[in-house]
């Protein structure tokens, strides 16, 4: 009863500061609730019936995780930070608003990640690499290696722990699961100035390397002790790097070999996506279900993600310390060198206030065709000196600290059609996600999926989906609409909005159980803050079931609190219905009675019109981002403010945070059909 109070206390906070525009409740109710009681991580953990898997490294963890997540949605139910909030307070957030979650996915900073292996008794633990990093903050690398080694060590045996064999630091913690790269093709010539882990861990010479691939990550033996790099149980063989657009391997495990195409380039995202692999595979995953689900992964914000901008294309590479910087460079050179830049250094705590770090950055290799820097951040000044001694003339050095005047500069000197590429480190990459820098001029591409097209598409569905579409587009946004049909899955987190429409009887009788199937994944993308909209037909159905007009029982996914009974009479006319989003006005054929639960929230308050059941007054329902109504005609052209409600909650959905608030339309046509419309509901009566 006391967690039970204490999780509502936290909860409420979360919602208090997601409604003042604190933030995204994610780590203030997890602060709450360890001040109520500090034991509460541990009590979270222990109610996820298949456990907490963690991963952690300095670079590649929220990549890794995020893989992660995509590998294994299928199987569990997932409580996944996938916000980035890492701390222990994120964690406890993360377990905090995770009802229904199985298993529980965990990405954790580097300095918080004893405590947290010590809360959650993790069933598997993923240690990515060591690399230098925030040196203020973390202190040496050694220090970072002995608190792990300390916290593995106290670990109970049943803990699988997935070790990165490459990096000498990781791969000495323990026995468990080692994964690396063995493809001497890609590597360096020659082991990097900056790698941090040279020197052997048990008697200090340093080691030959028959391969150095990323940092001092790669096939290592010492001349003296012989400690080597451990055996390898997962392994990334013949390897392909696809300059700026992808990269491809084969991952050798035990139980076999398979060919992993990957829609990300770089060789740390092979690395990140070997440590995916090996974690799921060690959760239970099949080698078939980890091809599929890296298949199908795309970047997380600003590690290499491609945003549209005013017709041009910004490239995000976050880079925060040497050797992830490296290979952003490295990937960038092997691909399309860029001829402008926009760099941004700041210093805050999230970044490591020691800027030192950009001095054993080897940006030297860009400047070949390199024609403009723009440095920006509270440290541009510093960030201009580093190119200036690197060898840039200073005429090719633009200085400007506010990132959104660094940014249009940078989109000035920048062609149409052509990429402008942007290294921005932490908290500089967070106002880009938080939009404070991009605002309304960048395009996001919104995830739509519309279930069973081919069966439920009576009401005129095209006509919603097509309003969907040009309302995302006239804001500069991409609408991508998958069909998901009988045999497609549905993957929470792989959609942003979804969209179920209306069908006759018999075609809901096709699709009912198939529906009902899937409506754990349906459910838990809807929790996790996908939109979705559902019209007549698929309205009934995502309730807890509908008895047809024959008497024929249909299974329901249970997500809306409502149950439908077919009546004897349909219900035909237009409707004008008084909601918390405005007057929205359609029209309304169906047969089904529905009735909402005790405390439900409908759509609206029925103006003129028979609603759900023409008794109650009310229609259609409400919960979290989903709506389901019976109006069609189809419903969003003249009510686009639905439309604009919804796609904001499918933007969030697709960054992360909050619904993204949408500039204004010109909505003349729209306003005069939906007045028409609510003059023929007035007309022929009905309640008020």
Not at 353 to 368: A, G, K, M, N, T
Request: overall charge negative.
């Amino acid at each position: 009863m006391r967690l039970a109070a204490e999780i509502a206390a936290a909860r409420a906070v979360a919602g208090l500061s997601r409604l003042v525009g604190a933030g995204a409740g994610m780590t203030v109710p997890g602060k709450l609730l360890s001040k109520l009681d500090p034991g509460a991580i541990d009590k979270l953990a222990a109610r996820l019936p298949a456990g907490t898997a963690v991963v952690s490294a300095t670079n590649g963890k929220t990549t890794t995780s995020a893989m992660a997540a995509e590998i294994l949605r299928p199987r569990f139910r997932l409580a996944h930070n996938r916000s980035g909030a890492n701390l222990v307070s994120g964690v406890a957030s993360t377990l905090l608003a995770s009802d229904g979650a199985e298993l529980g996915l965990l990405e954790v900073d580097e300095g918080a990640l004893p405590e947290v292996m010590r809360r959650v008794r993790p069933r598997a633990v993923l240690l990515g690499n060591l690399f230098r990093d925030q040196l203020d903050r973390y202190g040496e690398l050694e220090l970072i290696a002995e608190r792990w080694r300390a916290a593995v060590d106290a670990l109970p045996q049943t803990t699988t722990v997935v070790l990165n064999a490459d990096d000498p630091q990781v791969g000495s913690l323990g026995s468990g699961v080692h994964y690396g790269l063995d493809d001497p093709s890609v590597a360096r010539p020659s082991l990097q100035h900056a790698a941090d882990s040279k020197y052997c861990v048990r008697c200090g010479t340093p080691y030959d390397y028959a391969a150095a691939y990323v940092g001092h990550l790669g096939d290592y033996r010492c001349p003296k002790c012989g400690h080597a790099r451990p055996h390898l149980q997962v392994a990334a063989r013949a390897i392909e790097l696809h300059g700026l657009e992808r990269a491809a391997f084969d991952l050798v495990t035990p139980d076999g070999t398979r060919r992993v195409e990957l829609a990300l380039p770089g060789l740390y995202n092979v690395y990140n996506a070997l440590g995916a692999a090996a974690l799921a595979r060690a959760l239970g995953a099949t080698l078939d279900e980890i091809v599929v689900g890296l298949g199908r992964f795309s970047a997380a914000f600003g590690r290499f993600e491609r945003i549209p901008v005013d017709g041009k294309h910004l490239l995000l590479l976050l880079i925060k310390n040497p050797a992830g910087a490296n290979e952003a460079i490295r990937t960038l050179v092997e691909g399309r060198p860029p001829r402008v830049v926009v760099v941004a250094l700041n210093d805050a705590i999230a970044d490591g206030r020691d800027v030192s770090w950009i001095w054993d950055v080897d940006f030297e290799p860009l400047l070949d065709g390199l024609q403009r820097v723009v440095a920006t951040g509270g440290r541009a000044a510093e960030l201009a000196l580093r190119f200036k001694y690197g060898g840039l003339d200073d005429d090719a050095i633009d200085v400007e600290p506010e990132l959104e005047r660094a940014l249009d500069r940078g989109l000035a000197l920048t062609s149409a059609g052509e990429e402008l590429v942007v290294l921005p480190t932490y908290t500089a990459m967070l106002a880009f996600q938080r939009e404070e820098v991009l605002g309304a001029r960048s395009m996001t591409r919104i995830r739509v999926g519309h279930l069973y097209p081919d069966y439920l598409n009576i009401y005129a569905d095209r006509g919603n989906i097509a309003v969907f579409a040009r309302r995302a587009a006239w804001r500069g946004h991409e609408l991508v609409v998958d069909g998901l049909g009988l045999d497609e899955a549905i993957v929470p987190g792989a959609h942003d909005l979804y969209y179920v429409g209306g069908g006759q009887d018999r075609e809901q009788f096709l699709v009912a159980e198939n529906l009902a199937a899937k409506a754990a994944p349906l459910i838990e993308a809807v929790s996790a803050g996908a939109a979705l909209l559902a019209v007549c037909g698929g309205y009934q159905l995502l309730g807890r079931g509908y008895r047809g007009f024959h008497g024929e029982d249909m299974p329901g996914v249970g997500l809306f609190p409502l149950e439908t009974v077919a009546g004897d009479t349909r219900m035909i006319g237009d409707v004008l219905l008084e909601t918390e989003l405005g007057p929205v006005a359609g029209f309304e054929n169906h047969a089904g009675r529905t009735k909402l639960d005790a405390g439900a929230t409908p759509l609206g308050r029925v103006v003129a019109g028979f609603g759900n059941d023409g008794e109650s007054g009310f229609e259609g329902c409400r919960l979290q981002r989903a709506i389901g109504t019976y109006l069609h005609g189809p419903l969003l052209p003249r009510n686009p403010q639905l439309a604009d409600w919804l796609l904001a909650q499918a933007l969030g959905h697709r960054t992360g945070g909050e619904p993204t608030e949408l500039a204004p339309l010109p909505d003349e046509l729209e306003t005069q059909a939906r007045r028409v419309s609510a003059e023929r509901a007035h007309a022929r009566g009905g309640r008020s």
